[in-house]
């Protein structure tokens, strides 16, 4: 099974929510205006998010990456 990395930047997120309209099962408002990955940990040493998802969840977060104004959100392909 095809799996992938999403790497979200929440630092660099400007809140425009484009994310949110495209894949709001993934992608939540928070309270500061931002967004938030669901389930996504943190990463210390990158310091972005990270969740593994597989190719069933691929395509509606590609839409998300395609959309983000600011290029925050990344989508990784990890492995076959």
Known sequence: MIKYKIEFDREACIGALS????ASTFWLR???GKVDLKDAIYNKDTKKWELIITSKDFD???EAEEV???FVIKIIKIED
Do not use: E, L, T
């Open 60 to 62: 509606i977060n590609k």
């Open 19 to 22: 994310c949110y309209a495209a």
């Open 68 to 70: 983000c104004p600011v």
């Open 30 to 32: 928070s309270d500061d």
